[in-house]
């Protein structure tokens, strides 16, 4: 079995929106455990998602470990507020690639302004601010797959 990370990643959204706690897939070549614990204090966000990929063939490769970077203070200690990914697909700051980006950091954004899209499934999303105020950070880069819930930008309110 090959492994089709775009249809694995789809899989890990459409589980974080359930209530399943535990998924197993297992083939010759492939395992796949998905374990997740849901606590009561985090109601306003969704419950995370650690997958254990175990590959039975011969060739396997273990991450490198990184050293985290310097902590900075966090926009939510600034009052900036996030505007999060409704869903799970690919994030994109332009319309089409020849075009500018919808929003630069520094630009001033209104709570129905288009400020990026989502690719889910082959469809194009636009994505709204709901929340005015000025782009202060774009966490996410151009093309990358987002998850149900990340952070795409903060803005400070006005």
């Known amino acids: 079995m090959s492994i089709n990370f775009n249809e694995l990643r789809e899989l890990l959204g459409a589980i974080a929106h359930t209530d399943i706690a535990e998924v197993s897939l297992k083939t010759d070549t492939f395992e796949l455990k998905v374990r997740r614990e849901v606590s009561a204090t985090t109601q306003a966000s969704p419950p995370s998602i650690a997958p254990e990929i175990v590959a039975t063939s ?9 050293s985290p970077p310097e902590p900075a203070p966090s926009p939510a200690e600034k009052k900036w507020l996030a505007i999060t990914s409704p869903m799970v697909g690919t994030f994109y700051r332009a319309p089409a690639p020849d075009e500018p980006p919808f929003v630069e950091v520094g630009d001033r954004v209104g709570n129905t302004q288009t400020v990026c899209i989502i690719e889910a ?11 005015s105020g000025e782009v202060m950070e774009i966490a996410v880069a151009n ?14 309110p006005s």
């Open 121 to 131: 499934m082959k469809l194009m999303n636009e994505i709204e601010a709901e929340v």
């Open 143 to 156: 093309g990358e797959p987002v998850e149900y819930g990340q952070t795409l930008m903060w803005v400070n």
């Open 58 to 66: 011969a060739v396997s490769t273990a991450p490198t470990p990184t």
